[in-house]
């Protein structure tokens, strides 16, 4: 296993390490854990739903002298958008910075009246960001589902779960044959 090895084990310690310390509110949900996150870090945390064509990015980071922005698709379903925000929140804890090659025509187009005034200190989107930044963002947001889910007194587990469950099952999962039950 040798020096990757190693590389991946970091990896998994520091994305664990941020996931744990994500507050999760009771019930869970992504507008209370952004104003969770924005009293933890004193810094508003604004969600925006983002309509564009089939190349743009389904997620991104804008940082003014404000507020940072999460952009998401919003064309997508609720299980979906959910996971593109902890991503973005994964980028945003982790400090990940990048150059936003590509994306600013995009995001300026949507949130150009939004942002109007604001000195937009940072732009990122999935083409913005290292490989392991990505890997990085990517894990942070499934370890903080999984905090989620394995959560049994949360309303919204149940409603987690079951969406889910769905997808998988919609993508042929091991259930998709048979009939679903509940109870």
């Given amino acids: 296993m040798g020096h990757q090895g190693g590389v991946e084990r970091g990896l998994w310690h520091r994305c664990r390490a941020v996931a744990d310390a994500v507050p999760l509110p009771e019930p869970f949900g992504i507008r209370a854990l952004t104003e969770s996150l924005t009293r933890l870090r004193g810094r508003p945390i604004e969600l925006v739903p983002l309509s564009g064509p089939a190349h743009s990015p389904c997620g991104v980071l804008i940082s003014t002298d404000r507020a940072d922005y999460i952009g998401y698709a919003a064309d997508t379903t609720a299980l979906h958008q959910q996971h ?87 993508l042929g999962g091991p259930r998709a044959r048979g009939a679903v039950r509940h109870g």
């Fill in 84 to 170: 593109i925000v902890l991503h973005e929140i994964g980028h945003l804890l982790c400090g990940h910075t990048g150059d936003g090659a590509g994306i600013g025509e995009i995001v300026q187009e949507a949130l150009t009246p939004g942002l109007s005034g604001e000195l937009v200190r940072r732009v990122l989107g999935r083409s913005a960001y290292t490989e392991r930044q990505e890997r990085e963002a990517e894990l942070v947001a499934s370890l903080t589902l999984h905090r989620v889910l394995r959560r049994p007194r949360s309303a919204v587990v149940g409603q987690l779960a079951e969406g889910i469950l769905r997808w998988g099952y919609g």
